[in-house]
């Protein structure tokens, strides 16, 4: 049965829900776990062995991104500041939103993660050929879900330019303007603090308006993705088949000859409505199940 508990929750909404909600729980669980992680250390005075922060961040000097390349993409998920993730998760939310109104649920997640890749390209290009970032380079990081927020940001903003939102003390103000905003924000404050956060920001910008103008031209950016996605799942799939053939040739004949009749019929139905369910989810969210659908579905996850 669906548990009312918060992790559970978070289980549902990880397995079942929308791109843009998984997203932002998976920024939220790695800054909570980040701030944990530092509150133990200074409890119990105890160094962690390395500074989980810094392991997880993209750095800019080649011979430390050799030793480090996950960070191109863990990078994206990590904060430090509160301040720091509520704007990121906001702007995910918000923006996100028009996004996957306008061009589709199964966009997000490509648009945030190659967002978030082309700003850190940019990122380390910049550190390593501008001279201005010289006496840097060779200890410069960076961390934050920033970029890849910008990569959507420009997307909702390249899509539905006239699309408004209502800011406080301001009133309804389209995304177009808000979009330039960022982007003049951005390239005025490289030279007053952060400079390698807002080159960042510049890269997934300038990702975000060019994949909506490949898309609207027939291109998907974002096939990459789709790819190596499918075919980490065919891979699982292959496993749980093996696990499945290895469990039947293990069962007793007897046994299986017994039930065999009964499962055919009883897995038919619940198939049939798992796929309704899941259409359902496809349509609107998970949000919209009841809870006597939601416990079906826990039901069936757990088998």
């Known amino acids: 049965m669906h548990g009312n508990s918060i992790w559970d929750d978070i289980r549902w909404q990880l397995r079942f829900g929308s791109s843009l909600i998984r997203l932002i729980i998976i920024n939220i669980i790695v800054f909570i776990v980040i701030n944990l992680l530092h509150l133990f250390a200074y409890i119990f005075q105890k160094e962690i062995g390395f500074d989980i922060t810094e392991f ?79 006496t840097l380079t060779s200890t ?29 003390l301001i009133g309804p103000v389209k995304i177009k303007w808000i979009a330039l905003a960022y982007i003049i924000l951005d390239l005025i404050n490289i030279q007053h603090g952060n400079p390698g956060g807002h080159i960042a920001h510049l890269g997934g910008a300038l990702f975000g308006f060019i994949y909506i103008r490949q898309l609207q ?23 749980d088949k093996l696990r499945v053939a290895y469990k039947k040739k293990t069962a007793s004949a007897n046994t299986k000859k017994s039930t065999e009749a009964l499962k ?40």
């Open 264 to 303: 055919k019929g009883a897995n038919e139905q619940q198939q049939e409505r798992l796929n309704a369910i899941l259409d359902k989810i496809n349509r609107s969210s998970y949000d919209s199940l009841s809870k006597e659908e939601k416990e079906f579905l826990f039901k069936m996850s757990q088998e």
């Open 217 to 239: 031209r027939g291109t998907d950016l974002g096939k990459i993705y789709y790819l190596l996605s499918d075919f980490f799942s065919s891979l699982l799939q292959k496993k």
């Open 56 to 134: 997880l961040s993209l750095y800019a000097a080649p011979e430390r991104f050799v030793t480090h390349p996950w960070g191109i993409l863990t990078y994206m998920f990590v904060h430090e500041s509160f301040w720091h993730i509520l704007w990121n998760v906001l702007g995910l939310y918000w923006f996100g939103q028009i996004v996957q109104d306008t061009i589709g649920k199964s966009k997000i997640i490509p648009i945030y993660l190659m967002g978030g890749i082309a700003g850190g390209l940019l990122y380390m290009l910049a550190f390593n050929t501008l001279p201005v970032f010289s």
């Open 140 to 168: 410069a990081f960076c961390f934050g879900a920033s970029a890849a927020v910008m990569a959507i940001v420009l997307s909702a903003a390249t899509i539905a330019p006239n699309y408004e939102l209502l800011l406080f």
